[in-house]
C-alpha cells in the first residue's frame, strides 16, 4: 500500500483518535498533518510494521504530548470564547456530550488523553502504559485525578434541566 492509499482510507480515522486525544479538532488537524509529514518520510519502514496504525497512533500521541504548549494555548482560547447558547428543544444527550467534552478539555494533555484513550480508544491499561511509555500505576493515576477533577467541574455546574 502507498502511503498516498493509506492516507485515503485512514485520514478520516487518524483525525477522529486525535481529536478524541487533543480535545479540540483544530490542533488535531494540525497534529495529524505534523505526523503524516513525519510518517511519508519513513514510510517505508512504517508500512513493513505489523499494525501502521498503532505506529501512527504512538506519533500523534508523541506529537501532542511534545505540542503541550500549544494544545494549551488552544484550550485558553476556547475558555476565553463565550458558550454558544442552547437552542430550544436541542435534544438533551448533544448538550450532556458537548458539556462533558468541555469538561475533558479542561485536563492536564496527560489526563486527557488517558481518558481518551480509556473512553473513546476502549484500550486497556496496559495497551495505555505502553504507548504513552508508563507503567499501569501511572495510567490508573492519572486515569483516577482526572475523573476527580470532572466530577468536581461537574459538581459546580447546575443540573441540566430536561425538557
Known amino acids: 500500500m502507498t502511503f498516498e492509499e493509506y492516507v485515503a482510507a485512514r485520514l478520516p480515522a487518524l483525525?477522529?483518535?486525535?481529536?478524541?486525544?487533543?480535545?479540540?479538532?483544530?490542533?488535531a488537524e494540525d497534529v495529524v498533518q505534523d505526523v503524516l509529514i513525519k510518517a511519508q518520510a519513513r514510510w517505508k519502514q512504517i508500512r513493513g510494521v505489523d499494525v501502521p496504525d498503532a505506529y501512527l497512533r504512538k506519533?500523534?500521541?508523541?506529537?501532542?504530548?511534545?505540542?503541550?504548549?500549544?494544545?494549551?494555548a488552544a484550550l485558553r482560547r476556547e475558555?476565553?470564547?463565550?458558550p454558544a447558547?442552547?437552542?430550544?428543544?436541542?435534544?438533551?444527550?448533544?448538550v450532556q456530550?458537548?458539556?462533558?467534552?468541555?469538561?475533558?478539555?479542561?485536563l492536564p494533555a496527560r489526563q486527557r488523553i488517558v481518558i481518551a484513550?480509556?473512553?473513546?480508544?476502549?484500550?486497556a491499561d496496559?495497551?495505555?502504559?505502553?504507548?504513552?511509555?508508563?507503567?499501569?500505576?501511572?495510567?490508573?493515576?492519572?486515569?483516577?485525578?482526572?475523573?476527580?477533577?470532572?466530577r468536581g467541574i461537574a459538581a459546580t455546574q447546575p443540573p441540566q434541566e430536561e425538557e
Open 15 to 27: 483525525l477522529r483518535q486525535a481529536t478524541a486525544l487533543a480535545g479540540d479538532p483544530h490542533v
Open 59 to 72: 506519533m500523534i500521541v508523541n506529537e501532542l504530548l511534545s505540542a503541550r504548549r500549544r494544545v494549551a
Open 79 to 82: 475558555r476565553a470564547q463565550p
Open 85 to 94: 447558547p442552547v437552542l430550544d428543544g436541542a435534544d438533551v444527550v448533544v
Open 97 to 106: 456530550r458537548a458539556a462533558i467534552l468541555q469538561m475533558i478539555r479542561t
Open 117 to 123: 484513550l480509556r473512553y473513546f480508544e476502549d484500550m
Open 126 to 150: 496496559g495497551d495505555i502504559a505502553a504507548l504513552l511509555d508508563c507503567t499501569e500505576g501511572t495510567v490508573r493515576s492519572q486515569a483516577s485525578r482526572a475523573l476527580a477533577k470532572l
